[in-house]
Structure formats: structure tokens, C-alpha cells
């Protein structure tokens, strides 16, 4: 539509006021009269309303159009930049806002005339209020409404499949021995991957530095394994905590939020969670539980592959991974011998076993 389309709907728009005006006004408004109009009677008033609003709608509407238009592309460059999510939250926080003003109106009555402004402005303030709290709590809300959804899923199911949220910190993803375990069935319920450990894992895995690029990677792999091969379920967390900058509190927080357990194998976000009451699942705690257990005295096969830090030591492996010093095995390096378990000693790092060799126990 045309500059003068838009001129002429707005004249009418104001002659329609202009007489609306007269109407409520009253017959005495104007009290002059012009040659040949009588501005005094009721007629000649109307008239001259609907001509003086007309005539100031029409002049003033292209004016008036530019402004509208300039505020109305201002606020869509402003939505652009809003988060879907947020502006979501935001609109459910308006409501609430207008909701508690509604409730508030019938307070505002005992106020007559005064209490139709004090309504209008207290509509605007709950519902600007409203707004902004929405905005400001959207993570906590998405970790809410995701609670309540999964809830909801698992109530429809039945009483064998309801189980907690085990949610996936960075580290243990990148290791990669949370596939194996779930692969096992050892790990139920319902695996949460929050979508700022996403990021971070694309963020690594588009690192400068190849070790730290293919460690990223990596990650990613595992978790389209898990989602893909695996009969697992798998909820993608699209929240976010934006005031919080380090992703482990971002992944303790959001455990409280969710009331499920962190799955990790980072020694101080173990303990981090620890110190918060926050459950949690050390991958490396299960991979040390699960080794067999040598007790001194038993005899079992090993290969010898390299020195010991002390004179005359060699070191050997079981199939887990465990260590085996064994004294005096040095001469053995390459061989398969048997040998003789002394001491078992449990570290930080792990289980490490001291033996020596059987033959050497029979030549004495």
C-alpha cells in the first residue's frame, strides 16, 4: 500500500475518533462560530471534529508510519539476536506476569478513577518483570521442563524401566570406555549429554593441535556410537548455565537440577561433586573394581617386557593392565615365566603387584 492509501485510511481513522470525541465532549467545546458553520450546536461541533481529526490523522500519518516501521525493524533485530529458548522462557514469564496482575485487579477497584492507572502500570511492570525473570532462569526452566518430560515418558512405562540420568562429562567421553560399558548393560537408565560438552568436544575436536583435535573427534565417534549402535536411551540437554563459565560446574548444577549422577573418570570433578552432595560414577573406580584380585602367595604367568626403577627389577603387565614388578627379573626381559605374588599394594593410580620369579624361589 501506498504513502497516500495509508494517508487516507488514517483521515478516516480520524474522523471516526473526531466524532467519537464530540460525542464525549459535550455540545460547548468549540463555543466560536466561522461564517456559515454554527461550531456552538451540536451538529456544527461534529463536524468540526471529525474535520480537525481527520485532517491531523492525515498529515500526521506518514510521519507517524516511519516511526512505527524504524521501531518495528529495530525490535526484529533485536528478537534476531534472542536464543529461541530465551525469548521462549521470556514469554512464559510475561504470562505469568499478566496472570498476577490480572489477580491483583480487583484490589486496584477500591481506588475509583485512580485505580484504572495504577492497574495499567502495574500490568506493564509484572509483565516487563515477568519477562526478563523468564529470560534470566531459561536454563533453569529447559532442566525443569526436561525433568518433567523424561518423568512423564518413564510413568508411562513400566516400573522396570525407570531409572535416573547418568549425565556424561567431557573426559569420559573422549576415553571412550563408556561405549564398552554400555555396550555390557552394566549402565542403565538414561544418558544425558548436556549440549555444552558438545560444544566443547567441537571445540577440541577443531583444535590447532593434532593430539587434542583427534582426542575431540574421537569423543564425537563415541557418542554417534552410543546413540546409533547402542540400545540405550539418550537425551541431549540443550540448556545452559551462560552465567557460569567452567563446564564441570555447569555439569554439577545441572545433576542437581535433573537429580541424577555424574559419569566421569576426572579426579577433581570427583571430588568436586563429592563436596557437593552430587552423585557420581568414576569410570576409572570401576575399571580398578573390576580387576582380579592376587593375593600373596599365588603364582601366575607373565612376560617380562622392561627394566624396573631399581637394580635388577623387571616389569610385566596383566592383561587389565595391572603392573607386576617383578625383583630380580631383569635377566628375564622377553621371556614368559612364572612367577611367585609377594605383596599386593593399592595406589592412587591403581593396583600395583610385587612378585618374583618362581624358579628363583626353587633354586632356593
Given at each position: 500500500?501506498?504513502?497516500?492509501?495509508?494517508r487516507?485510511?488514517?483521515?478516516?481513522?480520524?474522523?471516526l475518533?473526531g466524532?467519537?470525541?464530540?460525542?464525549a465532549f459535550?455540545?460547548?467545546v468549540?463555543?466560536?462560530?466561522?461564517p456559515g458553520v454554527?461550531?456552538?450546536?451540536v451538529?456544527g461541533?461534529?463536524y468540526?471534529?471529525i474535520?480537525?481529526?481527520?485532517?491531523m490523522?492525515?498529515?500526521?500519518?506518514?510521519?507517524?508510519?516511519?516511526?512505527?516501521k524504524?521501531?518495528?525493524?529495530?525490535g526484529?533485530?533485536?528478537l534476531?539476536?534472542?536464543?529461541v529458548?530465551d525469548f521462549?522462557?521470556?514469554?512464559?514469564?510475561?504470562?505469568?506476569?499478566l496472570?498476577?496482575?490480572?489477580?491483583?485487579y480487583p484490589?486496584?477497584?477500591?481506588f475509583?478513577?485512580?485505580g484504572s492507572?495504577?492497574?495499567?502500570?502495574?500490568t506493564?511492570?509484572?509483565?516487563l518483570?515477568?519477562?526478563?525473570?523468564?529470560?534470566?532462569?531459561?536454563?533453569?526452566l529447559?532442566a525443569?521442563?526436561?525433568?518433567?518430560?523424561?518423568?512423564?515418558?518413564?510413568?508411562?512405562?513400566?516400573?522396570?524401566?525407570k531409572?535416573?540420568?547418568?549425565?556424561?562429562?567431557?573426559?569420559v567421553?573422549?576415553?571412550?570406555?563408556?561405549?564398552?560399558?554400555?555396550?555390557?548393560g552394566?549402565?542403565?537408565?538414561v544418558l544425558?549429554?548436556?549440549?555444552f560438552?558438545l560444544e566443547?568436544?567441537?571445540?577440541?575436536?577443531?583444535?590447532?593441535?593434532l593430539?587434542?583435535?583427534n582426542?575431540g573427534r574421537?569423543?564425537?565417534?563415541?557418542?554417534?556410537k552410543?546413540?546409533k549402535?547402542l540400545?540405550?536411551?539418550?537425551l541431549?540437554y540443550?540448556?545452559?548455565?551462560?552465567?557460569?563459565?567452567?563446564?564441570?560446574?555447569k555439569?554439577?548444577?545441572?545433576?542437581k537440577a535433573?537429580?541424577?549422577?555424574v559419569v566421569?573418570?576426572?579426579f577433581?570433578?570427583?571430588?568436586?561433586?563429592?563436596?557437593q552432595?552430587?552423585?557420581?560414577l568414576?569410570?576409572?573406580?570401576?575399571?580398578?573394581?573390576?580387576?582380579p584380585?592376587v593375593?600373596?602367595?599365588?603364582e601366575i604367568m607373565?612376560?617380562?617386557?622392561?627394566?624396573?626403577?631399581?637394580?635388577?627389577?623387571?616389569?610385566?603387565?596383566?592383561?587389565?593392565?595391572?603392573?607386576?614388578?617383578?625383583?630380580g627379573?631383569?635377566?628375564?626381559?622377553?621371556?614368559?615365566l612364572?612367577?611367585l605374588?609377594?605383596?599386593v599394594?593399592?595406589?592412587?593410580a591403581?593396583?600395583?603387584?610385587f612378585a618374583?620369579?618362581?624358579l628363583?624361589?626353587?633354586?632356593?
Amino acid at each position: 500500500m501506498g504513502t497516500k492509501g495509508v494517508r487516507w485510511i488514517a483521515a478516516v481513522l480520524g474522523g471516526l475518533l473526531g466524532y467519537e470525541a464530540s460525542a464525549a465532549f459535550g455540545h460547548d467545546v468549540l463555543g466560536y462560530t466561522v461564517p456559515g458553520v454554527e461550531f456552538g450546536s451540536v451538529d456544527g461541533q461534529m463536524y468540526g471534529m471529525i474535520a480537525i481529526f481527520a485532517l491531523m490523522f492525515y498529515f500526521g500519518a506518514s510521519r507517524f508510519t516511519a516511526m512505527l516501521k524504524g521501531m518495528l525493524m529495530k525490535g526484529e533485530q533485536s528478537l534476531d539476536d534472542v536464543p529461541v529458548a530465551d525469548f521462549v522462557a521470556g514469554i512464559g514469564g510475561l504470562i505469568v506476569g499478566l496472570v498476577v496482575s490480572a489477580l491483583l485487579y480487583p484490589v486496584f477497584l477500591v481506588f475509583g478513577t485512580a485505580g484504572s492507572w495504577l492497574t495499567i502500570g502495574m500490568t506493564a511492570v509484572l509483565a516487563l518483570s515477568g519477562f526478563r525473570f523468564g529470560m534470566r532462569k531459561r536454563a533453569e526452566l529447559s532442566a525443569m521442563l526436561a525433568a518433567r518430560r523424561i518423568a512423564l515418558a518413564e510413568a508411562e512405562a513400566p516400573a522396570t524401566l525407570k531409572h535416573e540420568h547418568k549425565i556424561l562429562d567431557t573426559s569420559v567421553i573422549i576415553d571412550g570406555r563408556i561405549a564398552d560399558i554400555c555396550k555390557t548393560g552394566f549402565l542403565e537408565g538414561v544418558l544425558v549429554i548436556p549440549e555444552f560438552v558438545l560444544e566443547e568436544l567441537q571445540h577440541i575436536a577443531d583444535s590447532s593441535d593434532l593430539l587434542k583435535r583427534n582426542r575431540g573427534r574421537r569423543g564425537l565417534d563415541i557418542l554417534n556410537k552410543i546413540q546409533k549402535e547402542l540400545d540405550v536411551k539418550v537425551l541431549i540437554y540443550e540448556g545452559d548455565y551462560e552465567e557460569i563459565s567452567e563446564v564441570d560446574s555447569k555439569l554439577v548444577k545441572l545433576a542437581k537440577a535433573l537429580q541424577g549422577k555424574v559419569v566421569t573418570n576426572d579426579f577433581n570433578l570427583n571430588k568436586v561433586c563429592e563436596l557437593q552432595g552430587v552423585a557420581v560414577l568414576n569410570i576409572n573406580d570401576l575399571a580398578n573394581a573390576v580387576k582380579p584380585v592376587v593375593l600373596p602367595g599365588e603364582e601366575i604367568m607373565v612376560q617380562v617386557i622392561k627394566d624396573g626403577k631399581e637394580h635388577g627389577q623387571g616389569v610385566a603387565y596383566l592383561d587389565d593392565g595391572t603392573m607386576i614388578v617383578v625383583e630380580g627379573g631383569r635377566d628375564f626381559i622377553g621371556m614368559h615365566l612364572e612367577v611367585l605374588v609377594t605383596s599386593v599394594l593399592q595406589t592412587s593410580a591403581g593396583r600395583m603387584i610385587f612378585a618374583k620369579p618362581k624358579l628363583l624361589e626353587k633354586a632356593l
